[in-house]
């Protein structure tokens, strides 16, 4: 059973940072495109960054470039969104998805098959 679990939300004041987690099983880590996405209030779900270890193949918005990095640790089955400079539009639920996602799919919510159950991140301007 594929199971995706988030930890690291909270409240931040802007220009601050946090460190969202998800911790996978179930999956060959390499195998599949692990992403974040958000979802702020009124608002479609969008991906932050996107990216598969075994191919090294990743993907970011523009609006986080320079910001928000994701990177992971294979040996824990864990992956990381770093997030500096945060601003009050950051404020989301954010998911970990996963799935066996082409890279021109990579920012396409429907294209994953297994999702986290989301953390808040809220920051205040």
């Known amino acids: 059973e594929v199971q995706l679990v988030e930890s690291g939300g909270g409240l931040v004041q802007a220009g601050g940072s946090l460190r969202l987690s998800c911790a996978a099983s179930g999956f060959t880590f390499d195998d599949y495109a692990i992403a974040w996405f958000r979802q702020a209030p009124g608002k479609e779900r969008e991906a932050v960054s996107c990216?598969?270890?075994?191919?090294?193949?990743?993907w970011s918005a523009d609006s986080v470039k320079g910001r928000f990095t994701m990177s992971s640790d294979n040996a824990k089955h864990t992956v990381y969104l770093q997030m500096n400079s945060l601003k009050a539009e950051d404020t989301a639920v954010y998911y970990c998805?996963?799935?066996?996602?082409?890279?021109?799919?990579?920012?396409?919510?429907?294209?994953?098959?297994?999702w986290g159950q989301g953390t808040q991140v809220t920051v205040s301007s």
């Open positions: 990216f598969r270890s075994g191919d090294g193949t990743s």
């Open positions: 998805a996963a799935g066996d996602v082409p890279t021109i799919l990579y920012p396409v919510a429907h294209a994953y098959d297994y």
